[in-house]
């Protein structure tokens, strides 16, 4: 599990840097060509293309701000899926150490009962030993 997110935050990261990437290399051309053809263009023009090219940037600037947060946010739940997993198995093995001691108590309940069983038989054993003794004493 752990792998398949290390993946994916890998894809994440991969593609928000590959975003962010052609984003600034955009506005880099962008700007070139502005400049070189500010020459060319109308006062108006050129502050049309200025505005443009603004709010283009912010726009750039609010992508990489959220391929930043996107990669906190693949750590974060990287974190979490780990504790989850650390979670998952503590219980199992609660569950795990609470059947062997299920089993145990069964199994020494069942050797309480043989031992019981060996005292009577032994018991047994000894009170016909004597009336064994006994008849033959009177005999």
Do not use: C, P, W
Request: hydrophobic share 40%.
């Amino acid at each position: 599990m752990a792998k398949k997110l290390s993946a994916e935050h890998a894809l994440v990261i991969g593609k928000a840097t590959e975003f962010r990437d052609q984003i600034t290399n955009r506005k880099q051309t962008e700007y070139k060509i502005s400049i070189f053809s500010s020459e060319k263009q109308s006062k108006s023009s050129r502050t049309r293309k200025a505005s443009n090219f603004a709010f283009k940037y912010a726009e750039a600037q609010a992508a990489i701000t959220n391929a930043e947060y996107a990669e906190k946010e693949a750590i974060l739940k990287k974190e979490q899926a780990l504790l989850e997993e650390q979670e998952r198995i503590a219980n199992a093995s609660r569950a795990r150490k609470m059947e062997e001691l299920k089993t145990d108590l069964e199994v020494l309940s069942y050797k309480i009962a043989a031992a019981a069983a060996k005292a009577e038989m032994k018991a047994l054993e000894t009170m016909s030993q004597i009336d064994d003794d006994a008849s033959s004493v009177r005999s």
